[in-house]
């Protein structure tokens, strides 16, 4: 967390100082440094609570079902990061903070399946379930993240398409090279926040159980 928080300050100077405006959208084009790396863990946040769900169904290891239920609520946060900084972007770029995009859709679409699966996780434990029905929840959710990653292709959207691909990007390099930067700085913080979250768990865990065992005791 420590290092994240570094690299996010140092992204955070460098792309309010040391970049140019862009020559169409001027300084509102500083809200990328936000707004992607947001969407990018929104959307990474998922992948990690399907893999974990899978994980738990099929090795049935309690750590797996921890690390999907920690990864829940700060990617449910970056989703909602990206949607609003997306909608203060759009203000100025579009005319409107909201339009019902393939895009902005899908994506307020995952932040409601992130709040839905917090709630049900939270319910299977409150009852004392097996955890089952979260998993099959995380594993269904998944099918979002590739309808996010490809509206922009499949439907005439608002929304500008693909900047950042594998062959190169749309993006200026004297604008483009602090994101990076920020996106590694992010998912570093990303990672601690879930780290930290999980001992949490397993410490309240370990405490339940001493309690449990001096109650029969």
Known sequence: MAVGAALIALGCWAGLTQTPPDYLQGETVRILYIHVPAAWLGMGGWSGVALSSIAYLVWRHPLAQIAARSIAVPGAVFAAICLVSGAIWGRPTWGTYWQWDGRLTSMLLLFFVYCGYIALARADADRGGDGR????????????????RYSVIWWNTLHQ???????????????????????????????????????????VAKTEARLARMARA
């Open 133 to 148: 029905v979260p998993a099959i929840f995380g594993i269904a959710g998944s099918v979002l993240l590739p309808i996010i």
């Open 161 to 203: 398409g693909p900047s950042i691909g594998l062959t190169g990007s749309t993006i200026d390099r004297s604008i483009l090279w602090p994101l990076p930067i920020m996106l590694g700085g992010f998912t570093l913080l990303f990672a601690g926040i879930v780290l930290m979250r999980m001992r949490t768990m397993l410490a």
